[in-house]
């Protein structure tokens, strides 16, 4: 499948997008703090606790696990996407980690961004996809931080690699 190996002309791109993010915005309204994967988890520890997962307040009261929770289903819909354009470009691949330290750093590394996407209560790919086409100042901050913290995470990974 070329298509899938071919880069799309940026305008043509960003065009796409900003008519999807207009169409998902006025279907079902603004697309907010990772709720999906934090309703899968949710569903995931109610799995392992059964009913002691109620004794912890944030699963309890402010964020009760239910399967019917919609942005549970767009993020698998972009996790399949992502698959199934990787497998139709031939550049699928699964890589594992093959020292300790390297998990160490996903393991930090996906706790900070799980953590900053709590803080920001805002979701990275709304940032990305909402609030800069809204021409919001927060978005455009909150995209400084995700390039500034890439770029530091990559300079780190780069040392570990050498050293």
């Not at 998902?24 to 603004?30: D, Q």
């Not at 909402?130 to 901050?141: C, I, P, T």
Request: net charge neutral.
């Amino acid at each position: 499948m070329e298509f899938f190996r071919k880069t799309l002309d940026p305008v043509i791109a960003l065009s796409i997008i900003a008519v999807m993010d207009i169409f998902l915005f006025l279907v079902i309204g603004a697309w907010t703090v990772g709720g999906g994967e934090t309703m899968m988890t949710g569903l995931i520890a109610q799995w392992f606790m059964g009913d002691d997962l109620k004794r912890i307040p944030f699963w309890d009261v402010v964020f009760p696990p239910h399967g019917d929770y919609w942005k549970i289903y767009i993020s698998l819909g972009m996790l399949f996407g992502a698959v199934v354009g990787a497998v139709a470009s031939k550049e699928f691949y699964l890589r594992m980690p093959r020292h300790l330290s390297e998990w160490l750093m996903i393991t930090v590394g996906g706790l900070l961004m799980g953590i900053g996407i709590r803080l920001a209560f805002v979701c990275n790919v709304s940032t990305f996809f909402g609030l800069s086409a809204e021409m919001n100042v927060g978005g455009y901050l909150a995209i400084s931080g995700i390039v500034a913290g890439a770029w530091v995470g990559s300079l780190v990974y780069k040392k570990m690699l050498e050293g």
